[in-house]
Nanobody
Framework: QVQLDESGGGVVQAGASLRLSCAVS????????MGWFRQAPGKEREFVAG????????DYADSVKGRFTISRDSAKNTVYLQMNSLKPDDTAVYYC?????????????????WGQGTQVTVSS
């Protein structure tokens, strides 16, 4: 089992920044892809960003490229999502995710483990 615990959500105005954190614990996850998904009201859950724990390769949804940055701190067992230039369309519940596979697989099939989610609300 891998446990994921998100924090850092909140209410901000358009143009502001937020950083989400995901504390990771449990069995070895060095071969895992970690990521962030989001789900807005009335919409399906969608991939936002992913990172391979070993090597640090990253990938992003087109809608967040250039604004969001995913990273991980191996010493703190934490994955981050730095979100800049936030837009009202970024409003959603953000979920930390993990899967013992590639980022490409995670984008197509979702994750094996999920966090409880953290709300991000961007007002115009």
């Amino acid at each position: 089992q891998v446990q994921l615990d998100e924090s850092g959500g909140g209410v901000v105005q358009a143009g502001a920044s937020l950083r989400l954190s995901c504390a990771v614990s449990g069995r070895s996850y060095t071969n895992y892809a970690m990521g962030w998904f989001r789900q807005a009201p009335g919409k399906e859950r969608e991939f936002v960003a992913g990172i391979r724990w070993y090597g640090g390769v990253t990938d992003y949804a087109d809608s967040v490229k250039g604004r969001f940055t995913i990273s991980r701190d191996s010493a703190k067992n934490t994955v981050y999502l730095q979100m800049n230039s936030l837009k009202p369309d970024d409003t959603a519940v953000y979920y930390c995710a993990a899967v013992a596979a590639t980022i490409a697989t995670m984008k197509l099939r979702g994750a094996e483990f999920w966090g409880q989610g953290t709300q991000v609300t961007v007002s115009s």
